[in-house]
T-cell receptor
Framework: DAGVTQSPTHLIKTRGQHVTLRCSPI?????VSWYQQVLGQGPQFIFQ???????GRGNFPDRFSARQFPNYSSELNVNALLLGDSALYLC????????????FGPGTRLLVL | AQSVTQLGSHVSVSEGALVLLRCNYS??????LFWYVQYPNQGLQLLLK??????LVKGINGFEAEFKKSETSFHLTKPSAHMSDAAEYFC????????????FGTGTRLTIIP
């Protein structure tokens, strides 16, 4: 079975631009979560979506938004990019939202210049 | 709020030696605890997890961890290190029914000395 997939794998943007990152969960998984991993740190929780509704949000500014589609895939959008947004963005999926194991994708590495 | 502390940002062991990576957590409710491994330029792979029941948990690649409530610890061990174990290791906690948010530690980079 295919694991969690993310696209693109790498991305370079300039300050002030907008970016959209995409995630496809494992087949049958209905919950998708997004994490930001800055170099040298552990992942930080951004959002969780379940059944197309936001179920959790971390301590990130409103420039960050996300949505989940009927096929359970998800997009993470970041507006007005800052240099500090440079990071590895990880998507994780799980069957439901009841404390089940989260399976991570390979991530999208974003560099903001 | 929950938190995770990983003691030692860098750990070096000789090939064949014991691996011990330390993790302490803070949680006001019974936690679910996880260890993930991250190889260079890759995502996170689950090594093992503790939910309820047996406190000694066995995972993949010969790793195991023991949940000690009295010490609020969940240390990761492997009896004999292999070169392929070199990676970044993250301890994480999940609390709250219906809340899947994972709170991660800052990670421990494991280096294996030939």
């Amino acid at each position: 079975d295919a694991g969690v997939t993310q696209s693109p794998t790498h991305l370079i943007k300039t300050r002030g631009q907008h970016v959209t990152l995409r995630c496809s969960p494992i087949s049958g998984h209905k919950s998708v979560s997004w994490y930001q991993q800055v170099l040298g740190q552990g992942p930080q929780f951004i959002f969780q979506y379940y059944e197309k509704e936001e179920r959790g949000r971390g301590n990130f500014p409103d420039r960050f938004s996300a949505r989940q589609f009927p096929n359970y895939s998800s997009e993470l959008n970041v507006n007005a990019l800052l240099l500090g947004d440079s990071a590895l963005y990880l998507c994780a999926s799980s069957p439901s939202r009841v404390r089940e194991t989260q399976y991570f994708g390979p991530g999208t590495r974003l560099l903001v210049l | 709020a929950q938190s995770v502390t990983q003691l030692g940002s860098h750990v070096s062991v000789s090939e064949g030696a014991l691996v011990l990576l330390r993790c302490n957590y803070s949680s006001s409710v019974p936690p679910y605890l996880f260890w993930y491994v991250q190889y260079p330029n890759q995502g996170l792979q689950l090594l093992l997890k503790y939910t309820t029941g047996a406190t000694l948990v066995k995972g993949i690649n010969g790793f195991e961890a023991e949940f000690k409530k009295s010490e609020t610890s969940f240390h990761l061990t492997k009896p004999s290190a292999h070169m392929s174990d070199a990676a970044e290791y993250f301890c994480a906690v999940s609390v709250g029914f219906g809340n899947e948010k994972l709170t991660f530690g800052t990670g421990t980079r494991l280096t294996i000395i030939p």
